[in-house]
């Protein structure tokens, strides 16, 4: 079946770094457009970044552009996201997501566009 597991999370203090894995299995991993998500206590989930197949297309929320990075390798069906100037607003649980994707150039912005999803890692910032 269909596995995807981060890693990489854990307790920074503000303007620190992470790098969050999310290493897939059970799917042609080049074939899937990816994507960050993350969710705050009592908050509702938000997306993050996103990253075609073929890695060449991504996008970002406004609220971490020009800090975060969306990667990914195909050969070690992975795909990463480098946080840096980490803030403590960027406190969550990150899940990636993967979602079938036709075109190379396919990005994904919605929760309901991806069809499989990871079981999180905690990200904590502190001021």
């Known amino acids: 079946q269909v596995q995807l597991v981060e890693s990489g999370g854990g307790l920074v203090q503000a303007g620190g770094s992470l790098r969050l894995s999310c290493a897939a299995s059970g799917l042609t991993f080049s074939m899937y457009a990816m994507g960050w998500f993350r969710q705050a206590p009592g908050k509702e989930r938000e997306f993050v970044a996103a990253?075609?197949?073929?890695?060449?297309?991504?996008h970002y929320a406004d609220s971490v552009k020009g800090r975060f990075t969306i990667s990914r390798d195909n050969a070690k069906n992975t795909a990463y996201l480098q946080m840096n100037n980490l803030k403590p607003e960027d406190t969550a649980v990150y899940s990636c997501?993967?979602?079938?994707?036709?075109?190379?150039?396919?990005?994904?912005?919605?929760?309901?566009?991806?069809?499989?999803w990871g079981q999180g890692t905690q990200v904590t910032v502190s001021s």
């Open positions: 997501a993967a979602g079938s994707a036709v075109a190379n150039g396919y990005i994904y912005t919605t929760s309901w566009q991806y069809g499989h």
């Open positions: 990253i075609s197949k073929n890695g060449a297309n991504t």
